[in-house]
């Protein structure tokens, strides 16, 4: 009786516990409009890059980059392997040959493992080429049931284009502190 019970437990528990496994990025793909999890075949395929290369996309089938994915080597980032998924914001991505630091959306995936453990968000809100805004998402318990982010969010009042410096896409004090621009925003 003791086993029918603890049977019938777990068959009226899966749902829920599926229906909660089917929300938990909900919020990131409501902010994002993509899944966290990043496709392995793709990641594959970065890893597999020659270091410096880039995979160029035109995923919406107009003959322009609109994103990039590379493995970042940049000697300030703590994290290797580095992978970094660029999605062009404003259009611009088939003329620079990369992402900008003005309007476009970082995703960083810690270890290439598939999964985004942090993004930065520029945005160019005047339409002037540069930077007027940033936000940087994280949450230090992206993996655990909640399904919640942090935004480090500023804005360029001083009108220098210069705001948060980063290190692996998010902002350490001790790393980053000396090298944020905190008098302009």
């Known amino acids: ?17 599926a229906e909660e496994d089917a929300q938990s990025s909900s919020v990131f793909k409501r902010v994002f409009g993509i ?35 590379y493995i970042d080597t940049a000697k300030r980032h703590t994290v290797s392997p580095l992978l970094v998924r660029v999605i062009d914001q ?15 959306l970082y995703f960083f995936d810690y270890e290439a493992n598939g999964y985004i453990n942090a993004v930065i968000d520029y945005q160019d809100q005047t339409g002037d080429g540069n930077l007027d805004a940033m936000g940087i998402f994280f949450d230090k318990n992206w993996r655990d049931d909640m399904d919640d982010l942090t935004v480090w969010w500023s804005e360029d009042i001083g009108d220098d284009n210069l705001l948060w410096f980063d290190v692996n896409g998010n902002y350490y004090q001790a790393l980053c502190q000396w090298r944020t621009h905190f008098a302009g925003d």
Do not use: F, Q
């Open 1 to 17: 009786m003791k086993n029918l019970c603890i049977a019938l437990a777990l068959l009226l528990c899966a749902p829920a516990i």
């Open 35 to 69: 899944e966290r999890t990043l496709p392995e075949d793709r990641v594959e395929e970065v890893k597999a890059l020659p270091p410096g290369e880039r995979l160029e996309l035109d995923t919406n089938g107009d003959g322009r980059i609109d994103e990039m994915w």
């Open 90 to 104: 404003n259009g611009d991505m088939h003329e620079m040959g990369r992402g900008n630091l003005h309007s476009d």
